[in-house]
């Protein structure tokens, strides 16, 4: 029912990040840093960027540089980090927020998730963070939050057009409309209230705009067919 975001960035990708003019006291580690990127030796890259940093404080873009290095070794900790240490000098950039979201998501820190989420919402106004929002605040027991941010989409405009992917367990994902997928979640909220009429109410709701949405179909039979148990 619920989806992870791992973002993998091609190693072509780094060189945006990168200054196009370095100073000389870090000429150097840059041609370590661009010749080991063309070696595809991501360990010398990253090492490489922190001498740059290091040498000339000024080169702050190097921050962004590691978390995509660091996405690339699949380093959820010091990708976190990385993007966390890149919005000190970018506090606004709604991609690092967005990996910082991901990544505490990732490593069980949902208060640090919602605040990012939240934070990349406010940025670029997609409904999609607010989903996630939703999703780590029914996760983390905060149902009363979780069914306010659920609701909040529901009354947005065009969130019945725009859509999202999920998947159920190892499912391929489907592409379902974000009204779907906020009442999903309200149904989802009164199993765990005990309340198996306002489920059923929501998960159709869901239904009637998504017929084929699987996530929501296998929560309205397990109800019907007793596999889920209501007090």
Known sequence: MHRLLFPIFALTLFFSCAPNHPKNNSSHDEKVYKSALQMGDVNVAIHACY????NDSTKT??????????LNTRND???????????????????MTRVSADYAKALGMPDTAIFYYKKTF???NKLENLYEVAQVQYNAGYDSAAEQTAEQIINTRDSEKMMIAIAAEQEK?????????????????????GNKEGALRYFNEALKLAPDFRVAKKNKEDIRSGKIKFQ
Request: glycine share 4%.
């Open 51 to 54: 001498d740059i940093i290091a």
């Open 61 to 70: 873009n190097y921050y962004d540089t590691l978390v995509y290095l660091y």
């Open 77 to 95: 900790g010091s990708t976190f980090l990385a993007a966390r240490a890149s919005l000190k000098y970018k506090p606004d950039n709604d991609k």
């Open 122 to 124: 406010e940025l670029n």
């Open 173 to 193: 994902p489907q592409q379902i409309p974000l009204k779907a997928a906020a009442f999903n979640i309200k149904g989802t909220i009164f199993i765990s209230m």
